[in-house]
Structures are given as C-alpha cells and as structure tokens.
C-alpha cells in the first residue's frame, strides 16, 4: 500500500513531466528528502537553447536534450546524499550513473508497460544492474495503487 507521502510525490513527478514541451514523451523528477521536496525537474532543452524540439529530428532532440533526472539533480544545487528520486520514467544508464554519483539512495518509478519495455528495456535492465551494484534502492510503484481513483488523499 502507497503511503500518502508516495502518492503526493508521484502526483507531483506527474505534475512537473507536464512542464516539459516534448511532444513525444514527457518525464517528471522529483527529489526528496525527510518528506520535503528537494527539487525537481522535466526533459527538455536548456535554458537558451531554441526549443524547437517539434522540429527536430529524433537523433538531434536527443543531443540537445536534458532529462528530467539531470535538471533535477542541476537544480538542486545541494548535497543529494541520502535523497529519494521519484521519476515517471525508469531513469536510462547515464541518468543511473548520475543518481549513484549524487549519492541518492532510492529511486520510486511505477512499473512501465509494455510498450515502454519493449523499446527500453535494454537499457532499464543496465541501469537497474548500476543501482544495485551501488546499493541504490529501486520502489517499483505498482499501477493499480497510482489509478487516478486511489490518488485520491
């Protein structure tokens, strides 16, 4: 069963992935500690850059883009040690390297479809060998408890 800390912090991963102007796919960070929010960020470019992330083509959005675990991580401009991540998206290998690097020590992500799984998975399955050879905890939040209905506080 969720705690009611757990639904507020998915609810506000969810929230903050809606910032993000990627039309394809939008990801939300947020990072706790003690029940209070650290920071928190979304993909996209960075400041400055032309967000024309509708215009360009795949490989190059990728290049330019930040993912909402980075900016989350730049954002807080503060020791991480110790901090949670909760993330609407399993975070990729280099975002894994990052959250280690910081010394957060758990990352909340609810469980990905199958349709996620089947472009990602790879990638998932390195990024969840990272954290627990660094002894980085991984909260797979089940999707029946995150239903619209039972984020009701």
């Known amino acids: 069963m969720l705690t009611k800390w757990a639904k507020r912090f998915y609810q506000m991963s969810k929230l903050v992935a809606s910032w993000s102007k990627d039309p394809s796919t939008q990801v939300g960070a947020v990072i706790t500690k003690h029940n209070r929010i650290v920071s928190v960020?979304?993909?996209?470019?960075?400041?400055g850059i032309?967000?024309?992330?509708?215009?360009d083509d795949r490989?190059?959005?990728y290049l330019k883009t930040l993912h909402a675990e980075e900016n989350a991580i730049l954002f807080a401009k503060r020791d991480l040690d110790a901090c949670?991540?909760?993330v609407t998206h399993f975070p990729c290998p280099n975002c894994a390297a990052k959250i280690i690097q910081t010394g957060i020590s758990v990352v909340h992500c609810p469980e990905q479809d199958p349709d996620f799984l089947s472009r990602w998975g790879d990638k998932i399955k390195v990024s969840e060998d990272m954290f627990n050879q660094a002894g980085v905890d991984i909260d797979w939040l089940a999707k029946k408890e995150l239903s619209d209905q039972s984020l009701s506080l």
Do not use: C, L, Q, R
Request: proline share 5%; no cysteine; hydrophobic share 30%.
């Open 41 to 47: 960020g979304f993909n996209g470019y960075p400041h």
């Open 50 to 55: 032309a967000d024309s992330a509708e215009t």
């Open 59 to 61: 490989d190059m959005k």
């Open 84 to 86: 949670e991540i909760w």
